[in-house]
């Protein structure tokens, strides 16, 4: 199972991002999806994570109503849609797949892939 970030950059407070998440490996229909972001000295946290059909959806609070994630799998495909971003969200952002189905995706523990992680700077 390999998983590719990408899509980060620089931009301005207000401005928008999106993320996008290719897996390849595994059929694109059977895995959930995870987010995460590490800040400059700050310990990895949970942002975002969607179920395999995309019918469930999970966020941090802090990015809730600004943060949209989904997936085509017929592009095996996850992404973020960032909104109103703000310099706290600042960060490396990973992907990542959990190792087993059924637990709870805002857990970091679960998950076993993870992406090289993408680049998100957020300048007042």
């Known amino acids: 199972v390999q998983l590719q970030a990408s899509g980060g950059g620089s931009v301005q407070a207000g401005g928008s991002l999106r993320l996008s998440c290719v897996a390849s490996?595994?059929?694109?229909?059977?895995?959930?999806v995870g987010w995460f972001r590490q800040a400059p000295g700050k310990e990895r946290e949970f942002v975002a994570a969607v179920t395999w059909s995309g019918s469930k959806a999970y966020y941090a609070e802090s990015v809730k109503g600004r943060f949209t994630i989904s997936r085509d799998n017929a592009k095996s495909t996850v992404y973020l849609q960032m909104d109103s971003l703000k310099p706290e969200d600042t960060a490396v952002y990973y992907c990542?797949?959990?190792?087993?189905?059924?637990?709870?995706?805002?857990?970091?523990?679960?998950?076993?892939?993870w992406g090289q992680g993408t680049q998100v700077t957020v300048s007042s």
């Open positions: 990542a797949k959990p190792k087993v189905y059924g637990v709870d995706l805002t857990q970091e523990a679960w998950y076993s892939y």
């Open positions: 490996g595994i059929p694109s229909d059977s895995y959930a």
